[in-house]
């Protein structure tokens, strides 16, 4: 049976009230990214950055999963088929909204991370500068995100899927950011159909074979219905 490989981005979480980075007015255009999402902005002021992820964590544990997640939850339920999500965002919008073994290629808010031992727990809501580890006790919490100049996580389960795609699609992402960016490419050299459902063109546009524009909770479902209805 077809197996469907699909990654998302900020686009699909924007309609749930959480802002995506490149838009208008998005979140790097009010901080700047060296400052907040690379692991020398965290070691030059750690304060601004656990702010910053603390104020992004409580926003996201207060967002509610809208009906582009809550759509691909049923594909998931109702498809024959293997479906996998692959998302490059931190929230845990996907997962509010009923989809199972979402894999955060970025991480995750709700992660804390020691930078010492590697130790991985449940973020508290407001992480402090020099919060201790549980299991080394060192003063090296960090947010459980993948910042810029680090590596993804899960990079070698995500080829093994894009490498068993029959049916790719790119939802609510730029096309901007690598690795990501070239999943596309590795889901083509897999044989797989592409679509990309976005509210606008992305910078990968022209790599697929179908493009939807619109926003996802209008597009994403319908998207839904049309693969679960020609069953
Ligand atoms: N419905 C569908 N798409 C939307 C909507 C919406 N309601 N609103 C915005 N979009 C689209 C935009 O047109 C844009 O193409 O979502 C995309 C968001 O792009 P980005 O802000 O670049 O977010 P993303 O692609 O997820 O960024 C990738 O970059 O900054 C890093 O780690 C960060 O995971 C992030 C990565």
Excluded at 9 to 24: K, Q, V
Excluded at 150 to 161: Q, T
Excluded at 170 to 196: D, M
Aim: aromatic residues 8%; proline residues 7%; negative net charge.
């Amino acid at each position: 049976m077809e197996k469907i490989v699909i990654l998302t981005g900020a686009g699909i979480s924007a309609e749930s009230g959480l802002g995506t980075f490149r838009d208008e007015g998005g979140l790097w255009s009010r901080h700047p990214i060296e400052d907040v999402a690379t692991p020398e902005g965290f070691a030059r002021d750690p304060a601004l950055v656990q702010g910053f992820y603390n104020a992004r964590r409580v926003q996201a544990a207060r967002a509610q999963p809208n009906a582009a997640h809550r759509a691909l939850a049923r594909l998931q339920r109702n498809w024959p088929g293997e479906v996998v999500i692959v998302t490059q965002n931190v929230d845990s919008l996907h997962e509010a909204g009923g989809a199972q073994g979402v894999i955060h290629m970025h991480g995750t808010l709700a992660g804390a991370l020691c930078a010492a031992c590697g130790h991985r727990w449940p973020a508290p809501d407001e992480m402090a500068v020099g919060e201790p580890c549980p299991a080394c006790t060192r003063p090296t919490a960090r947010p459980d995100v993948v910042w810029f100049g680090e590596m993804p996580y899960h990079m070698d389960e995500i080829y093994d899927h894009l490498a068993g795609a029959s049916i790719f699609a790119a939802i609510g992402t730029s096309g901007q950011v690598y690795p990501a960016a070239a999943f596309v490419h590795e889901a083509i050299a897999a044989g797989a159909r592409t679509v990309e459902l976005n509210l606008e063109p992305s910078a990968g546009v022209s790599s697929f074979d179908e493009t939807v524009f619109g926003p996802a909770t209008q597009v994403v479902p319908a998207w839904v219905d049309g693969l679960l209805g020609q069953r």
